[in-house]
């Protein structure tokens, strides 16, 4: 099983809201990633959780907040976001270590609006 | 620090033809080298990989890429399109020892029949 699964698919919320994303992997991959892409755009790096610690944070604003309750899940919440948030965002899993680690597998994404 | 260049952001080429995507890296030791494809709304697919080795590498649908040293390059190639690999295409590096992969901008390949 090479599947990233990630849900929701479409997400629309308000800059008020809370919401959570969800990824999960099975591929027994010891670190996570968190993108953010926008439109035209190349993925930029959020997050890395590598055996569930977080270990690479690209200075993210703390309305995102990642987490990684296992090695399998990772969840990024959302708070007060803004419109300028609004992107396709991507989870990606690969092995924790070697060369291993820069072979990414990615999911489908979840697309956020903020309104 | 490690960066990537695709001169390209956009081709067109007509069903059957041939292709090459440009890639262009910057990185004092080995670079490991990525191609990933990318259907609108979707996530990113890994066509192939470099690390070592052979520098004529096998992907996935039929791609293949070639890794020059002395060229700093890593293009892709595929014999023939078909109308199914119209997506974008991004180039990346990645450094050993580290989780961090750089990708560059994107080639946006339109297929005309």
């Known amino acids: 099983d090479t599947e990233v699964t990630q849900t929701p698919k479409h997400l629309v919320m308000g800059m008020t809201n809370k919401k959570s994303l969800k990824c999960e992997q099975h591929m027994g991959h010891r670190a996570m990633y968190w993108y953010k892409q926008k439109a035209k755009k190349p993925p930029e790096l959020m997050f890395v959780y590598s055996y569930e610690k977080l270990s690479i944070n690209e200075s993210v604003p703390s309305r995102f907040s990642p987490e990684c309750p296992n090695s399998s899940l990772l969840n990024l919440h959302l708070h007060a976001l803004q419109p300028e948030d609004s992107a396709l965002y991507l989870c990606?899993?690969?092995?924790?270590?070697?060369?291993?680690?820069?072979?990414?597998?990615f999911g489908p994404g979840t697309r956020l609006t903020v309104t | 620090a490690q960066s990537v260049t695709q001169p390209d952001i956009h081709i067109t080429v007509s069903e059957g033809a041939s292709l090459e995507l440009r890639c262009n890296y910057s990185y004092g030791a080995t670079p490991y080298l990525f191609w990933y494809v990318q259907s609108p709304g979707q996530g990113l697919q890994l066509l192939l990989k470099?690390?070592?080795?052979?520098?004529l590498v096998q992907g996935i649908k039929g791609f293949e890429a070639e890794f020059k040293r002395s060229q700093s390059s890593f293009n892709l190639r595929k014999p023939s399109v078909h109308w199914s690999d119209a997506a974008e295409y991004f180039c990346?590096?990645?450094?050993?020892?580290?989780?961090?992969?750089?990708f560059g901008i994107g080639t946006k390949l339109q297929v005309i029949p």
């Open positions: 470099y690390f070592s080795g052979d520098t």
């Open positions: 990346a590096v990645g450094a050993g020892g580290y989780q961090k992969v750089t």
């Open positions: 990606a899993s690969s092995q924790g270590v070697g060369q291993g680690a820069l072979e990414q597998y």
